[in-house]
């Protein structure tokens, strides 16, 4: 969504870089072109004004004027003052004192209020809550149903005791909800209200008697954030007309400018406390005002990916793959699978990368990543029997044939998987070594990523290795570690040899499979 801005800001910056010294005009140029990329983004007028005459006085300032690289201390107050316009802090839910905490969702209707509640459900019960999802939706066409399927994907148990589409009333159920939750020790109630294409007096009256019957600890504003300067207004009217604590944005994914969420909390006073960024369940987030102004400013937002990779990455499975691989056990294609489905839950590859600072001037490269690789190869895996998987090296022309016609692929796709993994295992091989962690082997379809393996290490002339002597260790690998540590003195090998180039003891060899 922040794509042209983010780009049109970085250029504005380039233009600084490598001078010693700031002018007056070298400043106005800059916020000329700062208030020129904003107004595009759709942002507010006022929030332009105030933003621009902020900077352009702290860049006049001594802490520029006296710094040693000005155009990264112009740059630290753009960022600063776009984490101010943002919010400032990160706004969390307030829970109630004595549970059920009430949350109640209002906004026009098409804005993904009834999609949100089950994100906002999900992400709670990530978090060891026990939410109940209402369906106060009577007006919608199955908009109860709707709200009965996404629970059921989230895994949170939906209160409907009305059809909908018309029929009952939203005030009864949403307050029998509260009384159902209490009952089956539901710690979060999370009630989905109706819409209307505009703001009208129906509206409000339904959504002020909902609201003074559950008495909500907390009402979120479901706003589309690309419908732009028009979200701004529609906050604005319902903080009059019912009132709200917080706003909840959606579709962060679009192509929209992204100016509402730049403008509506400083136009309404209100934080943003969550951030939709995509259509599935998990492509929900919490509101960070600065990492936030970072993506913007192409500086990444590193927190968010490792949090992402934490709830990722399942703990057990990744100190059983570092044992495996400390004890000297074979790297394998399990593994391997097991890697590619953990970075699959993550989420879009190129999103994952895109939160990496610096990668603005990728998005070309980003933009033409296929997503569907990882699906082909856990196709490739998966057509392979347990066997296959646990050592490759059995993999003949015809069981390469049947795992391609299983998988639905070429054959040579499955020669290409089997040669990268082949790199990858040398590669686990050398990090239990102490070698250091050569290059990542590329994958294919992901443009600006090395792809292929390289070529095959020769073996050294049929040399036998020296005898253990006294004092070397029993372990395989370490004893492998202090001969190479010998070979690589000057007085034994007259030149440098190549790290493959080593030979192994007939023992280490066994278990490594090679």
Do not use: W, Y
């Not at 829970?95 to 109640?104: E, G, Q, R, Y």
């Not at 509260?178 to 020790?185: I, T």
């Not at 400083?266 to 600065?290: C, M, Q, W, Y």
């Amino acid at each position: 969504m922040f794509a042209s801005l983010s780009d049109r800001l970085s250029a504005t910056f380039r233009n600084l870089r490598g001078k010693g010294r700031l002018s007056e005009a070298d400043i106005d140029e800059t916020v000329r072109e700062i208030r020129i990329a904003l107004l595009d983004a759709d942002v507010a007028l006022p929030v332009v004004r105030s933003f621009c005459a902020t900077v352009k006085e702290r860049a006049l300032s001594a802490e520029v004027s006296g710094a040693l690289n000005p155009a990264q201390q112009v740059v630290k107050i753009v960022h600063e003052q776009l984490v101010e316009i943002l919010g400032g802090e990160t706004r969390r839910l307030r829970f109630a004192k004595h549970p059920p905490t009430v949350i109640l969702l209002a906004g026009l209707q098409g804005a993904g209020k009834t999609t949100l509640a089950g994100k906002l459900a999900a992400h709670l019960r990530e978090h060891s809550h026990q939410p109940l999802l209402v369906a106060a939706d009577l007006q919608r066409p199955n908009a109860v149903d709707q709200l009965r399927i996404v629970g059921e994907r989230a895994g949170v148990p939906v209160f409907a005791p009305e059809p909908g589409n018309g029929v009952g009333d939203p005030v009864r159920v949403a307050r029998d909800a509260v009384e159902h939750a209490k009952v089956h020790l539901n710690d979060i109630v999370i009630v989905d209200t109706a819409g209307r294409l505009a703001i009208d007096t129906e509206l409000m009256d339904q959504l002020c008697q909902v609201r003074d019957a559950v008495e909500p600890d907390e009402v979120l504003l479901v706003v589309d954030a690309m419908i732009g300067q028009d979200a701004v207004r529609t906050a604005e009217e319902f903080g009059a007309g019912v009132g709200f604590d917080g706003v909840v944005l959606t579709k962060l994914d679009g192509d929209a400018r992204g100016g509402a969420a730049l403008s509506i909390v400083n136009v309404t006073g209100r934080p943003i406390l969550f951030a939709s960024t995509g259509e599935k369940l998990e492509d929900f987030e919490a509101f960070h005002p600065d990492r936030m102004a970072s993506r913007i400013l192409d500086m990444g937002d590193v927190m968010t990916l490792i949090e992402q990779a934490e709830r990722a990455f399942d703990a057990e499975q990744a100190e059983r793959l570092a044992a495996k691989v400390s004890k000297g056990e074979d790297f394998t294609l399990e593994d391997f699978l097991e890697q590619m489905q953990a970075v699959k839950k993550m989420g879009s590859l190129g999103k994952m990368l895109g939160m990496l600072p610096g990668m603005g001037d990728m998005k070309a490269q980003l933009d033409q990543l296929d997503e569907r690789e990882l699906d082909r190869v856990s196709a490739i895996i998966q057509s392979m029997t347990p066997a296959e998987r646990q050592d490759p090296k059995i993999l003949n022309a015809s069981r390469r044939q049947r795992i391609a016609r299983g998988s639905g692929t070429e054959v040579s796709d499955v020669n290409s998987l089997v040669e990268r993994f082949g790199e990858a295992q040398k590669m686990m091989r050398q990090m239990r070594g102490g070698r250091g962690m050569p290059g990542m082997p590329g994958m294919p379809g992901m443009p600006g990523f090395g792809g292929g393996g390289g070529k095959k290490s020769k073996g050294r002339s049929g040399k036998a290795p020296a005898k253990p002597k006294k004092g070397r260790s029993g372990n395989p690998a370490k004893r492998a570690a202090q001969e190479r540590d010998e070979a690589m003195k000057p007085a034994t090998v007259p030149e440098p040899a190549a790290a493959a180039d080593f030979e192994l003891p007939d023992d280490l060899k066994k278990l490594l499979g090679g």
